[in-house]
């Protein structure tokens, strides 16, 4: 059995996107089935597919473990070079200076050192963005310039 505390990260979202996201290996069709079943609770009982999650809710799942995901506990973004120029933030969004030469997101060539990864190590170290405890929030880019172009970029 896994028990998930529904973070301000996480509210709002339907509980079928929810445990989607916890379970990813669950079918479809099993996660309706569980949920039919009781085997998937919010709140101690059983609830809709459709229902909305708040802050504090707490989701049970008695499932197979199996079906999630394995974390992975090395972490590329951390070998990110630490340079941000930050024009804006606030809780939801930042506003960055991109230099000329720095990639937005990996390619073949560069996959550690890009904006986005960047972004995951400032949040990281900040401890706004942790991979372990997240289920859905991940940082990402709104807009995206080309490699060897500058300017601003918007990330949520």
Excluded: W
Excluded at 75 to 94: P, T
Excluded at 127 to 135: A, F, I, L, Q, R
């Amino acid at each position: 059995m896994k028990s998930f505390e529904i973070g301000k990260n996480d509210e709002s979202q339907r509980l079928d996107k929810f445990i989607h996201k916890a379970a990813p290996l669950l079918p479809q069709s099993l996660l309706y089935k569980y949920i039919r079943t009781k085997r998937i609770k919010l709140n101690g009982k059983r609830a809709e597919i459709s229902t909305r999650l708040r802050l504090g809710d707490r989701v049970d799942m008695y499932i197979n473990d199996e079906f999630f995901e394995k974390k992975e506990t090395v972490y590329d973004f951390l070998k990110a070079s630490k340079h941000l120029d930050i024009i804006y933030e606030d809780e939801n969004i930042m506003l960055l200076d991109k230099k000329a030469g720095v990639l937005c997101h990996p390619d073949d060539e560069e996959y550690v050192d890009t904006l986005i990864g960047r972004i995951k190590r400032y949040l990281y170290e900040k401890g706004e963005y942790s991979p372990d405890s997240e289920n859905s929030f991940v940082p990402s880019l709104v807009n995206r310039i080309d490699r060897n172009t500058g300017g601003i970029v918007i990330a949520a």
